[in-house]
């Protein structure tokens, strides 16, 4: 019992020093991002489980910075990188070796949580930083506006919410619920969803009124819950995310309702998932 609990506190131990070394390197808006991710690299792995086999790929803007020696291997978890509401990257952690599963994973539900953390500090290290340049920018508009963060466009409400719905498409049971096919439409699917904006599922449903009753109480139990995710992560309430939308096949056949986004050459419904191989 007391080794169990030296061995959480250990771990404990390594977390805190990690994000204590993440603050002190943050405190410095002067050092350029090559060397900011380069040392915030050689933070990371050492809080982490297994140090010595743990390396760290960042993503921001498009520019790619990884751990020396760098092997990108199926053991990974990662976190996006989230500023004046747009995913501008992100980290990943690997692990290069195998060495033991807990819960389907190598990676400790505190190390997922403190990998959170981080990517939330390092936004809101940019976000310092880009309103500094936007407000230079306003005072001398004649000076580079590379940096300006004031643009009425933000990502990640959108890829938030096809996130979700492609988590609904991998679970949902085609065989229970009757289902064929598994489509987004709507804001979501067209990159330009707001903080409350609805996630329009379509479902080309093949099964019976029983199985239909069933699929709407499933996806109304994740329109619920996304509901309240949203409104922890917004502000805004809704009575539900998700805006169900079923065709038959007499609905596809005929080009009623929304089977016309089926195939359709303007505002396509986009695929998530089929029975057809």
């Not at 020696?69 to 995913?87: C, K, L, M, R, V």
């Not at 389907?104 to 976000?127: A, C, D, H, M, W």
């Not at 230079?136 to 506006?145: G, N």
């Amino acid at each position: 019992m007391r080794n169990i609990a030296f061995d959480k506190l250990k771990e404990r131990n390594k977390e805190l020093n990690c994000i204590y070394n993440v603050e002190e390197l943050l405190k410095n808006y002067d050092i350029d991002n090559k060397n900011l991710f380069k040392k915030l690299i050689n933070i990371i792995p050492n809080g982490w489980q297994y140090p010595a086999i743990c390396q760290v790929r960042i993503i921001y803007e498009n520019k790619i910075f990884e751990s020396d020696d760098f092997i990108e291997t199926q053991w990974s978890q990662h976190a996006d990188i989230i500023i004046d509401n747009n995913i501008l990257g992100k980290i990943q952690v690997f692990y290069t070796q195998f060495i033991r599963l807990l819960n389907n994973s190598q990676f400790l539900p505190e190390e997922q949580k403190l990998l959170n953390t981080i990517v939330n500090r390092l936004g809101n290290y940019f976000f310092h930083k880009k309103i500094k340049h936007t407000l230079s920018y306003i005072k001398s508009p004649s000076k580079s506006s590379d940096d300006v963060i004031l643009s009425p466009k933000s990502d990640e409400h959108w890829k938030w919410r096809l996130k979700m719905a492609n988590i609904i498409a991998k679970k949902i049971d085609f065989d229970r619920f009757g289902v064929g096919n598994f489509y987004i439409i709507g804001s979501t699917k067209n990159a330009n969803a707001g903080p409350n904006s609805d996630i329009d599922l379509l479902i080309h449903f093949t099964g019976n009124e029983n199985q239909k009753k069933e699929l709407t109480a499933w996806i109304e139990g994740w329109s619920l819950c996304l509901s309240e995710m949203n409104y922890f992560k917004t502000g805004y309430k809704s009575d539900g995310l998700i805006d169900l939308h079923i065709i038959t096949d007499h609905d596809i056949k005929n080009k009623t309702s929304f089977a016309v986004m089926i195939n359709s050459a303007f505002n396509s419904a986009r695929l998530l998932k089929t029975t057809k191989k």
